[in-house]
């Protein structure tokens, strides 16, 4: 009987294919979250996801949102894996999230009861935390003995929505609101109304910083601020950290008149920078009897901001007598469309930063524009307004 033996060899058995382990992926959610409304609850399901080969999960939560007709809608309402997850409403709402890694597609479900707080809330940001104007040409108007009489009267301003003037670079005003305002997913949330201007000069840009108080002590903390970038953050034009020191008038001091009728006083009021430069705002022949350095203030103080360029031409062949001034196009104040995505929040690294809403607004003037005998360009603040309340 002839026997016949086969074997393997080492080297045969290396040429067999591998197979690569089936990717897994396990997802703990708890099933139930409680939150009053405007207010915070993070969700952080823990994900387990093995031999997923280098791919980057996807994230997707969806919430059952009764819309204004009665009708129940399947709404996104974050992207990443912890949602912190905030609504104006109490109701209950059920979360579904939605894990994708390669072709593998996992799903798990929560609920969130939101319960009512008692309170009635206002779309607009009434409450007065700061407020510091920039030098401006109708600063006579706001002649206050001390910075309490300045604020008394700033904030009845806010609260009847009347003009209240932030000057040239720097000048700022910072507003409260009574509740958070909500980073809605994929719409923009707050606008910042700014008076109107006429003729040629119908714009007044101002940028703005907003303030999410994560940590609930009612202060907006230094770190929690971010800066809201805008169509010009990230231009070359654009100067981060600058800052420009004013200095007051002597009260004696002598015109220094300029080669136009309406240069009344060419060196009336110094200032400097912390790039090396220094210059005077020129008092203009129709203000002369007017203060443009506000009352209140120190001899000299600095104001602080990203320093944004605004295109001007002067339109009467070099005399100074018309201006055009350009504009911005979107994420700041006093523009065409001055709506703003919380989204666009960025922090000092210019990294976009998740915020669940915002508590706190800064406006702020960051242009530095003489228009010839039209004067300063400066902005006018009028109110900071929740767009989804």
């Given amino acids: ?6 074997s393997c060899s080492k080297d045969d058995n290396e040429n067999e294919p591998t197979v690569a382990p089936e990717q897994t992926m396990t997802i703990k959610l708890a099933t139930e979250f409680t939150v009053p409304r405007f207010n915070v609850v993070e969700i952080n399901p823990e994900v387990i996801i093995e031999n997923n080969k280098d791919i980057v999960a996807q994230y997707k939560w969806t919430a059952k949102i009764t819309n204004q007709s009665g009708v129940v809608e399947d709404v996104v309402v974050g992207d990443t894996k912890t949602l912190s997850f905030i609504m104006p409403k109490a109701a209950t709402y059920p979360l579904e999230l939605t894990v994708t890694s390669g072709e593998l597609i996992k799903k798990a479900t929560t609920m969130v009861v ?3 707080t008692g309170k009635n809330y206002v779309s607009r940001a009434l409450s007065l935390i700061d407020y510091a104007p920039a030098p401006s040409f109708n600063q006579s108007n706001y002649s206050y003995a001390s910075k309490a009489e300045a604020f008394a009267e700033i904030e009845s301003y806010l609260k ?3 003009g209240i003037q932030l000057g040239t670079f720097g000048g700022y005003i910072v507003t409260k609101f009574d509740h958070t305002v909500i980073n809605t997913y994929g719409k923009r949330d707050f606008t910042v109304k700014m008076l109107m201007a006429s003729g040629s000069i119908k714009y007044t840009p101002a940028s703005i910083f907003v303030a999410y108080d994560a940590n609930k002590n009612g202060i907006a903390d230094e770190n929690e601020w971010y800066e809201i970038a805008g169509s010009e953050h990230h231009k070359s034009t654009t100067i981060k950290d600058y800052e420009m020191t004013y200095i007051k008038p002597s009260a004696g ?5 300029g080669t136009s009728t309406w240069q009344f006083d060419t060196t009336y009021l110094k200032w400097t920078d912390n790039k090396s430069a220094t210059g005077h705002i020129t008092k203009t022949y129709t203000r002369r009897r007017d203060n443009y350095y506000p009352s209140w203030m120190a001899d000299t103080y600095t104001l602080k901001g990203t320093k944004l360029y605004l295109p001007t031409k002067d339109v009467s062949d070099g ?10 196009e979107w994420g700041y104040g006093g523009i065409k469309d001055s709506t703003i ?3 666009w929040a960025v922090d000092k690294t210019g990294k976009k930063v998740h915020l669940p809403g915002v508590d706190f607004v800064k406006v702020y003037v960051s242009t530095f524009a003489a228009i010839g005998s039209s004067d300063l360009l400066t902005s006018v603040f009028e109110y900071t307004e929740d767009l989804n309340l």
Avoid: Q, R, Y
Wanted: no cysteine; glycine share 6%.
């Fill in 1 to 6: 009987m002839l026997t016949t033996f086969f």
């Fill in 114 to 116: 939101v319960s009512e």
């Fill in 160 to 162: 009847e929505a009347e």
């Fill in 253 to 257: 001091k002598i015109a220094t008149p």
């Fill in 319 to 328: 005399d100074g007598l018309s201006f055009n001034v350009g504009t911005f």
């Fill in 341 to 343: 995505d919380i989204s």
